[in-house]
């Protein structure tokens, strides 16, 4: 359950980027809609070359009745694209200001009703967009007053950042008849319960992402490419840009492959593909981008003094909850091993005390570090800790060696 507090830094962090991509024109949608390829190695082989990605120990998988259910919903099909229904929660009526206005809701996890911010608002007549704006902070959009005729609003889950491919939902119908200075056409939810609503669990995570972004002060300006998200898709895994989810509940898997799309877009870092049990060793360049994923999902989810960081529901079944504050000592030890490489990254960030940790390292001056483009791309933890022991003061360093130490990852003098 969200507290006030982290309502408002959802809030503030959507009105700075708002304000941000206001004057940023939206990516063309012209998506054809198709579902990931059943052959999942096949289209990560292509992209990764002989050693794809194979996240298949991450979730439950795939679930045809979640596609069965989409498909049940949808009211109309255009070019590809979903249209589906929402709830009116406030009808049409005039505003006191001049302008076209409304509001998008949708409801959380929880089942609290939420602003929908970073949505777009389009304002269709007939089959033409004439107009599109981006909601802010409360899910409120305005446009110019257009001229005379008939209109509907429909409503994407996309900005400049990311887009939840290829959805849309229904907004008003009205008409515009003579010289009208303002309208509302009032509030449309996101209908709770249905399948497509489920859509905004996931709009959700980004939008906790900024919310880390703000409340921890890192820059955007390496954030360059939308990402473009795949619902439901074949399996979890991110490639080319493209973050695939399997399930809108599974917060923390979520997390994750979006984590691997701000590691590939942020960090100057090596990725590497292959198949990685959470609790096995292999590769340290492919435990290294694992772990970062796993990382920055706790971030965004988790509280930074939680004496037991962990995720209780969805991240790997088999091995649940996944601890990344207290990791269970049958896990392999050191840097070849994502759920190590995560734990070391949280307890260089969070405020907990446990052992020998003591470190409270910003996320700032994390992908400061790990973000330069002067440097040699980080292939594993042995290099992330030199570039941190670069860039952190060096009263740091000491606690720095012991947050490492105490994750069994290896370090340099």
Same mark, same amino acid.
């Given at each position: ?5 982290? +309502?408002? $830094? ?21 998506? =054809?809609?198709? =579902? ?40 109309? !099909? ?14 049409? !009526? ?10 998008? +809701?949708?409801?959380?996890?929880? %089942?609290?009703?939420? =602003?929908? $911010? ?17 909601? &802010? ?30 959805? /849309? ?8 008849? %003579? ?18 609503? #489920? ?40 490639? &080319? ?12 898997? &979520? ?15 090596? /990725?590497? %593909?292959?198949?990685? #049990? ?56 050191? /840097? ?25 390292? %910003? ?18 933890? +042995? ?5 941190? #022991? ?16 105490? &994750?069994?990852?290896?370090?340099? =003098?």
């Amino acid at each position: 359950m969200r507290t006030p507090a982290r +309502l408002f $830094a959802l809030a503030s962090a959507a009105a700075l980027l708002v304000a941000a991509c206001q004057n940023t024109p939206l990516p063309q949608r012209n998506l =054809p809609f198709a =579902p990931p390829p059943a052959n999942l190695q096949a289209q990560n082989a292509q992209a990764l070359g002989a050693n794809p990605i194979d996240d298949s120990d991450m979730s439950a998988g795939f679930r045809p009745q979640t596609a069965d259910r989409l498909e049940s919903e949808v009211i109309a !099909q255009q070019g590809g694209e979903r249209l589906f229904a929402t709830r009116s929660l406030q009808g049409l !009526q005039p505003a006191s200001t001049p302008g076209l206005s409304g509001r998008l +809701l949708y409801t959380d996890r929880q %089942g609290q009703i939420l =602003p929908a $911010a970073m949505a777009t608002a389009s304002l269709y007549q007939g089959g033409r967009k004439v107009a599109s704006a981006l909601t &802010n902070a409360q899910g409120h959009w305005q446009l110019p007053t257009p001229a005379a005729g008939a209109y509907q609003v429909r409503y994407t889950l996309e900005n400049p950042r990311w887009v939840i491919s290829n959805y /849309s939902w229904q907004g008003p119908e009205f008409q515009v008849q %003579g010289d009208v200075q303002g309208l509302n056409v009032g509030e449309t939810q996101l209908v709770p319960g249905s399948e497509n609503g #489920k859509a905004g669990w996931i709009h959700d995570v980004y939008l906790r992402s900024l919310a880390l972004f703000d409340r921890e002060q890192v820059p955007l300006d390496w954030w360059r490419f939308q990402i473009r998200t795949i619902w439901p898709g074949q399996g979890d895994y991110y490639t &080319n840009n493209t973050v695939h989810l399997t399930g809108a509940e599974q917060w923390d898997v &979520n997390g994750h492959e979006v984590g691997h799309a701000i590691y590939h877009q942020a960090l100057n870092a090596r /990725s590497q %593909g292959g198949f990685h #049990k959470i609790d096995e060793c292999y590769s340290p360049t492919l435990a290294l981008s694992e772990g970062f994923a796993s990382f920055f999902s706790a971030a965004i989810h988790l509280e930074r003094n939680d004496p037991d960081a962990r995720f209780d529901q969805y991240l790997v079944p088999r091995r649940a909850p996944i601890r990344v504050e207290n990791v269970p000592d049958d896990v392999c030890p050191g /840097s070849r091993n994502e759920w190590r490489v995560a734990s070391a990254f949280w307890d260089v960030y969070d405020t907990h005390i446990d052992g020998q940790d003591r470190s409270r390292v %910003g996320m700032a001056p994390i992908f400061a570090a790990l973000g330069r483009r002067d440097k040699p791309a980080a292939r594993d933890m +042995l290099d992330v800790y030199g570039l941190f #022991k670069e860039a952190f003061p060096a009263e740091q360093h000491p606690l720095l060696e012991r947050a490492f130490v105490q &994750n069994t990852m290896e370090i340099q =003098p």
